[in-house]
DNA sequence: TTATTTTTTGAACATCATTTAGTATCTGTC
DNA sequence: GACAGATACTAAATGATGTTCAAAAAATAA
């Protein structure tokens, strides 16, 4: 009975095909601009395949943004339990991990930052609205972990660690939304890195008990 | 000659009456879901007569970001100037002005964080992005002289104001964007104001010199 | 080899954003 | 007050593109 198993794996390994060729044209021209045709010739499928493999643009795109949240938790889960550094220097590493990802694919980041709004989301399925939740949650929970472990130790503020954990991810698509904006605005150089890197120093300061 | 004078008066007011329009149907359906003839039923006008007003959907929509953002400005400059309070009470200020803004039209502004994205700037002709980036500049500028004040006089840190200005409007989209769509994804209440005033306490507090 | 199931196709369809040719309204002139 | 020209608007046509579907192709089972 390999046959069965055999067509699984094809069926997954067609779906990541269709996946990497999105992956490169939204990148190369945003959500809107890319077009469905234009995906299928880069897979080299005609576009109703795309469509028994996912249920519409909306969903292959939150795909990706599911991959890219997947893989910031899995590199967040290697470092959020080492005990022989603290909260603060975990913050250090969070911050890293931030700037890795965005400069691995600037544009799919931003472009799953700009997911999360309501009309996207009504246009999911029920599953992959599911999976998305999840996966937020997921990434969410580790940085939760990071705040909880420095108000624990008496390290941070005693704020609820949620809503820390909120303003860390809220500070980070803040600015590489804002600062990639400006850099297309005005024409200058990408200052997202260094803009991270003096958010995270106000933060940890800020988060610092005094 | 009051002709003339008119004519450009009830122009202005067509333009207006327009972007009203605009605004409810994109605030009730967001950027992509809000249909053209929609906002021409709103506005009790046949589709056509809206690209005699403005460029195409994109550039309706940045006139209202712009009014926005026109607003915000307005309002920070009733208190930038002030010479009765300290950096660290306009920065109280400038959250209340934050806030106001997201109860007034939560949508709105939203989409008005969204929509920044390169594939909606090239749309643009050349007046509007110009306009854009005016008022945007504006705004930051705002920004950047509380923070600038609060620097000379020895209360925050001595990093690039500028820097820090774009950190403070990076956060209050982010936090803006993040929590509105963990709103729609979990089902919660909106934590908006509460978020931003953690937020702003943190960040005030990791803005002090020590 | 044949029948059945699975997978893919590409043309048809539907939904808009946008354009345009034509119509109505207004303005200035005689 | 009628007429010519300009201005403002409309309704229908056009084109692009997301999505569906009937038919073909390929794979599998009998």
Redesign the pocket.
Known sequence: MG??E??QR??EQ?RKQIMEAARKVFSAKGF???????I?GEA??????I???F????ELHTSLSIDILEYISVQMKKFINRHDINAEQKMHLLKDTFIDVYEYDPMVLINLFHLQSGETLT?LSAEVLEELKQTSADALSAITSVVTEGIERGLFVEKHPVALADIIWATYSGVVLWVDSKRLLNNEKDFVKQTLDTAFEIMVNGFKRK
């Open positions: 046959i069965h055999r067509k094809e069926k067609r809107n601009r890319a077009t469905m045709e234009e299928a080299e499928l005609s576009p109703g395949t469509y028994l493999y249920k519409n643009k909306e246009n």
